[in-house]
């Protein structure tokens, strides 16, 4: 094998793992045959797009709709004096999956997953006390149309 | 609903990633105290049933080369729902810059109810995408451009399933 590098084939590879893998005892296996390649090698180039920094991780992703869980987007306007001290506490939340900084009045944006209704009004009255925040906007979510990446390398 | 393993499983993968070996599932099974197959059978049943979506790879989109990414959020004028439905099911759908395409409940300080996300390789690609499908007056929007990544982590699914 040559040397690895952003080639037709990675780029494939790239594309396919967003696409998803079958859940088996050898999945990257039936992967590699589908790209025509020894399943070593594709080892090896996950390798290198994680140690590149194109891939930050594969994993499960989970339905949290189905799970019972609700969630929604929180936007806020912190001043930029405490939005290290905001980010810290944001750190904390393992049920906090998000958190950017946007170019508006709003400027800091997150999203909050709850298994109910109630934890999430909970969860939300004690963000706004530990953010310091005058008012927290809470945008719930209601349906989601979609959920894909299918980025190409450019 | 779910059984006690079954919580078990999902709440390990939700912060455990795949490893990159031949067979992904062998640590996964012993740490979690099941055969490789046990486990193999356990995560595809989930799947069949629905709580788990997929297996799938995480890019980091800015080192794909989409350096820009916006929050863009729309709200249909009144009487224009047919042109939202078009909007979300012909435009949004089919473009693969646009990753997600949600509908929230408004809130009266931030008045709109769909939200996407996108990512370009400039901010004035997201203006000319947002401009051609704005021109018409059906919709009010805002592009919120993102400045900072702060935090982006896999949901911690453990106490939550509790």
Not at chain 2, 26 to 32: C, E, F, G, Q, R
Request: net charge positive; proline share 2%; hydrophobic share 40%.
């Amino acid at each position: 094998m040559t040397r690895l590098s952003m080639d037709d084939t990675m780029k494939k590879l790239l594309l396919r793992l967003q696409e998803g893998l079958l859940i088996s005892v050898a999945p990257y296996k039936a992967l590699s045959q589908e790209l025509g390649v020894e399943e070593g090698e594709t080892i090896k180039r996950l390798g290198w797009l994680r140690r590149k920094g194109y891939l930050r991780r594969i994993g499960f992703s989970m339905n949290t709709r189905k799970l019972g869980l609700t969630s929604t987007l929180v936007a806020l306007s912190v001043p930029p004096r405490r939005i290290a001290k905001a980010q810290k506490v944001i750190a904390a939340y393992g049920n906090i999956t998000h958190n950017y900084l946007r170019c508006h009045r709003l400027n800091m944006w997150f999203t909050l997953t709850a298994s109910s209704k109630k934890m999430l009004g909970e969860t939300l009255k004690r963000l706004k006390q530990e953010l310091m925040a005058d008012e927290l906007i809470s945008l719930p979510t209601k349906e989601v149309f979609k959920l894909r990446f299918r980025l190409h390398a450019v | 609903m779910l059984s006690k393993k079954e919580k078990d499983v999902l709440a390990f993968f939700s912060v455990n990633d795949l490893e990159a070996s031949s067979r992904p599932f062998v640590k996964a099974s012993k740490a979690l105290g099941m055969s490789e197959t046990g486990l193999i059978d356990m995560l595809k049943s989930l799947q069949k049933k629905g709580f788990i979506k997929g297996l799938r790879g995480v890019v980091d989109h800015r080192r794909a080369g989409y350096r820009e990414n916006a929050l863009i959020a729309w709200r249909a004028r009144p009487g224009q729902k047919k042109a939202k439905n078009r909007l979300v099911q012909d435009v949004f759908m089919a473009d693969d810059r646009i990753s997600h395409c949600y509908e929230r409940c408004p809130h009266e300080k931030f008045n709109y109810n769909i939200f996407t996300m996108m990512h370009a390789r400039s901010r004035k690609e997201v203006l000319d995408f947002v401009r051609s499908q704005a021109t018409d007056g059906k919709f009010d929007h805002e592009v919120l451009f993102t400045e900072k990544e702060l935090k982006k982590d896999k949901l911690h699914l453990g106490e939550l399933l509790c």
